[in-house]
């Protein structure tokens, strides 16, 4: 299939890209660079050994989108452009809205006009809020803990709209959980603006000596060591997952969360990067950050029995793979 790719050249979008031309799809790739380089399509290319067709595009532009559809075949779209710091979002809620909100509006009024059926969206387990874990699919949701949580809930709702008004539509709607981690090469992977958010990318600028030690954020929460827990996935094994979810995607709209059922301390993943990559992590036990829940995992069992995927690799080699790409791509 030619899949559009909206933020191909972030995070998330690059790891999929590279699962993509692995599962022969061709890749054309829609990003504004807003939070990404352009280099990084070169190394896609450079592990994949294909090409990508590339566009400077924004996405909240229908004008720019629509010059892609004319000029491309498009069989589906997979549409991870947004903004997704939770923290900015409560300091700049209109720009989360106008970003988030108005590209998932385009992206269905364009899809709608070029009869492009299949769309796969990239949600967050954040809509959970503060349910119990493990959490499942049919929950009721709870996102108003900030506007990056509202903008995913409204991004959901404004594609179950456009599939009820038109049911010959397939629409995917992926709630990921924490993905960590990166490509086996080395050469692409997580390389956040700043001081990282993330605790992930903070333990490997620490382990660099890049950041001096880690805060971790409250050791009073009611879990195994009073440290949050979250779900750790591998970002290969989340890209992985929109290679399934596209192979076996349903007619309506169906919604999967995309993560691995195991919850995961703070302290229980320094352990596990120390013991991964022989470094050392200093850390120190601060308050607890505002706006944080004490526990988030998955009940995955819905994506692995209807895309027939499951997450397969470990949280030494998230922690080793994400080693290895601060190590080989990041100067002091
Ligand atoms: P990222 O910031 O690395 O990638 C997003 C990409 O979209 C970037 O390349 C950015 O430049 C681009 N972009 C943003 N706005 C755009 C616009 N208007 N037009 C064109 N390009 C635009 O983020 P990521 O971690 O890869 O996340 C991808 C998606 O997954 C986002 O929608 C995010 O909300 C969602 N998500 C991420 C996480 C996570 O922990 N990383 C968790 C749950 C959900
Ligand atoms: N943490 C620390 N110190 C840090 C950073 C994080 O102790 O420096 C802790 C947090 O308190 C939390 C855990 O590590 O207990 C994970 O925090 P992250 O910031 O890595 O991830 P969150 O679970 O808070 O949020 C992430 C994304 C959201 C997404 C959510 C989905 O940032 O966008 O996962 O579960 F919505």
New binding site residues.
């Given amino acids: 299939m030619n899949i559009l790719i909206?933020?191909g050249?972030?995070?998330?979008?690059s790891h999929t890209c590279i699962a993509l031309l692995g599962a022969g799809h061709k890749v054309i790739v829609?990003?504004?660079?807003?939070?990404?380089a352009i280099e990084t399509i070169d190394k896609i290319q450079e592990v994949t050994n294909k090409k990508i067709i590339i566009y400077k595009?924004?996405?909240?532009n229908y004008f720019e989108l629509e010059s892609i559809f004319n000029e491309n075949p498009i069989d589906g779209v997979i549409h991870?452009?947004?903004?997704?710091a939770v923290d900015e979002s409560i300091k700049r809620p209109l720009d989360y809205y106008y970003?988030?909100v108005l590209?998932t509006i385009n992206i269905a009024k364009i899809c709608t006009k070029y009869n492009v059926k299949k769309i796969v969206f990239?949600?967050?387990?954040?809509v959970y809020g503060n349910n119990m874990p493990p959490f499942v699919e049919k929950m009721k949701l709870q996102p108003s803990i900030n506007p990056y949580g509202e903008t995913?809930v409204m991004s959901e709702r404004i594609l179950m709209d456009m599939v009820n008004a038109n049911f010959t539509f397939k629409v995917s709607i992926l709630r990921?959980f924490?993905?960590v981690g990166a490509h086996e090469s080395g050469l692409i992977g997580e390389n956040p603006n700043g001081k990282p958010n993330?605790l992930m990318p903070y333990i490997t600028q620490v382990a660099k000596g890049k950041l001096e030690k880690l805060r971790v954020f409250g050791n009073d929460y009611p879990t195994i060591d009073g440290t949050g827990v979250r779900d750790y996935i591998h970002v290969m094994d989340l890209a992985e997952g929109h290679v399934a979810a596209l192979n076996n995607i349903k007619q309506g709209t169906n919604i999967y969360n995309l993560g691995t059922g195991k919850g995961t301390s703070v302290l229980e993943l320094v352990n596990a990067f120390e013991e991964a990559n022989n470094v050392k992590i200093p850390y120190e036990i601060t308050s607890r950050r505002p706006g944080d829940i004490a526990q988030a995992y998955a009940d995955p069992s819905k994506a692995n029995k209807e895309l027939k995927w499951e997450a397969k690799r470990d949280l030494l080699s998230m922690c080793r793979d994400a080693w290895r790409f601060e190590k080989n791509n990041k100067t002091l």
């Fill in positions: 909206t933020g050249a972030g995070y998330i979008g829609a990003d504004n660079f807003y939070n990404s595009n924004d996405i909240t991870f452009a947004g903004y997704k970003n988030n590209s990239s949600s967050s387990a954040t995913k990921y924490n993905p993330n």
